[in-house]
């Protein structure tokens, strides 16, 4: 048997913790909740914290600029960085959001490796259109 990568690896182990919210139902409110926490810990990094600022306008593009040339003018809106602490938090609600996400593809029989998978492949393919 070849070795588990990172990614079957989580799945597996999901799989096996999924007991107490193992109704779709409890996986797709949990999933939602997760991503609320991810966004929560980002805004207390900036309002509790103070690590992060955001800093927020409208994108000063050009129309005149070429597609693949935009990331060279848009802004992520972030000035700072992580601390330590905030760093841990965010990582903490990211990896529970991913939680629900494996948990996802094993209630619905679908490989999470394959849809990582896919999915780098369409953005390898298609580039900078496959976001717009
Ligand atoms: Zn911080």
């Known amino acids: 048997m070849p070795p588990q990568t990172s990614c079957k690896k989580f799945q597996g182990t999901v799989s096996e913790y999924l007991v107490r919210h193992k109704s779709i139902l409890d996986v797709m409110s949990k999933f939602q ?3 609320a926490h991810v966004n929560r ?3 207390k990094a900036v309002t509790n914290c103070g690590c992060l600022k955001i800093k927020a306008e409208k994108q000063p ?3 005149n600029v070429n597609f693949s040339e935009v990331s060279k003018y848009v802004k992520t809106h972030i000035e700072g960085s992580l601390c ?3 760093r841990e938090v965010v990582e903490a609600e990211l990896g529970n959001a991913m939680f ?3 948990a996802f593809c094993t ?3 679908l490989d999470l490796e394959k849809i990582l998978s896919k999915e780098n492949d369409r953005i390898s393919t298609l580039g900078v259109y496959s976001l717009t």
């Open 33 to 35: 909740e997760a991503s």
């Open 41 to 43: 810990a980002m805004a």
């Open 61 to 63: 593009v050009s129309p």
């Open 84 to 86: 330590s602490n905030c």
């Open 100 to 102: 629900y996400i494996a």
């Open 107 to 109: 209630l619905l029989d």
